[in-house]
């Protein structure tokens, strides 16, 4: 059952982002919001993904950076998420704290 949501989940992320795509043509900014909501549920339910984000957070510092401050924002608010994010980090992150 799990599997089955998880795919539910990533087919609709993925759906999710092709329409936060097309929303950003609008004058109001929701597809940064669609965008950003898709880009979450499949750090939560793909390997994959968390895999990719790990890998881009070890060759790019900016992008190691601007994820820690977010996954700060994110503790107490979104612990599942934040899980999720906390556990890409790469092995020599200098935000250890």
Known sequence: MKVVRD?????????????GVLLLLSPIPV????IT???AALLCVNPRSRHMLQT?????????H????V??????????????????RPPNDDHSG
């Open 7 to 19: 795919w539910l989940v990533t087919v609709l992320a993925l759906l999710g982002l092709l329409l």
């Open 31 to 34: 597809g940064l919001v669609v």
């Open 37 to 39: 909501m898709s880009l």
């Open 56 to 64: 881009a957070r070890s060759r790019w510092r900016n992008i190691n």
């Open 66 to 69: 601007t994820v820690h401050k």
């Open 71 to 88: 996954e700060r924002l994110l503790e107490r608010r979104f612990r599942r998420l934040w899980t999720v994010i906390s556990s890409t």
